[in-house]
């Protein structure tokens, strides 16, 4: 079986081919037209308040966002823009992928959903445990996933 794979069905179409896509994933119900602030309990670690607002091109690092954020409920994907700039997001870039190739990105300005990924195929079950498990030793650590 042929894992992430998936079909993106937004909301609206653009002809603009210089429109970047992004993706936020996460457990959360919203609609088109809603904002994801800053702000609020983050989806992952000590679930302090969030400083920024995390989101991707990569379907891929979507797929983990949702398969990993706290909560109940299905992990969703979200096609977002940016109301504002966005940044490298540190916590990748700097730490673990220099260059960015999981094209990764923070802001402080909320993301407004203009649609969302209905059909995606999660991590092999094998593959999601690992990365469980590797967050629980970082967490048993002491060490935050995102520290912002």
Same mark, same amino acid.
Do not use: C
């Given at each position: 079986?042929?894992?992430?794979?998936?079909?993106?069905?937004?909301?609206?179409?653009?002809?603009?081919?210089?429109?970047?896509?992004?993706?936020?994933?996460?457990?959360?119900?919203?609609?088109?037209?809603?904002?994801?602030?800053?702000?609020?309990?983050?989806?992952?670690?000590?679930?302090?308040?969030?400083?920024?607002?995390?989101?991707? #091109?990569?379907?891929?690092?979507?797929?983990?966002?949702?398969? /990993? &954020?706290?909560?109940?409920?299905? +992990?969703?994907?979200? %096609?977002?823009?940016?109301?504002?700039?966005?940044?490298?997001?540190?916590?990748?870039?700097?730490?673990?992928?220099?260059?960015?190739?999981?094209?990764?990105?923070?802001?402080?300005?909320?993301?407004?959903?203009?649609?969302?990924?209905?059909?995606?195929?999660?991590? #092999?079950?094998?593959?999601?445990?690992?990365?469980?498990?590797? /967050? &629980?030793?970082?967490?048993?650590? +002491?060490?935050?996933? %995102?520290?912002?």
């Amino acid at each position: 079986m042929e894992q992430n794979s998936s079909v993106v069905k937004p909301s609206e179409t653009t002809n603009d081919l210089n429109t970047q896509s992004y993706y936020h994933g996460t457990k959360a119900n919203l609609k088109n037209g809603d904002l994801i602030a800053p702000g609020y309990s983050s989806n992952y670690g000590k679930r302090k308040k969030a400083n920024f607002v995390y989101l991707t #091109a990569t379907l891929d690092a979507a797929i983990w966002g949702a398969e /990993l &954020a706290q909560g109940e409920g299905a +992990g969703r994907i979200y %096609i977002v823009e940016p109301t504002g700039p966005i940044e490298d997001d540190p916590n990748l870039t700097d730490k673990k992928f220099p260059g960015n190739p999981t094209k990764s990105y923070r802001t402080r300005h909320p993301l407004r959903v203009t649609g969302e990924v209905t059909e995606w195929q999660g991590h #092999a079950p094998e593959q999601l445990q690992a990365m469980k498990d590797h /967050l &629980a030793r970082l967490k048993e650590q +002491g060490i935050e996933a %995102i520290e912002d």
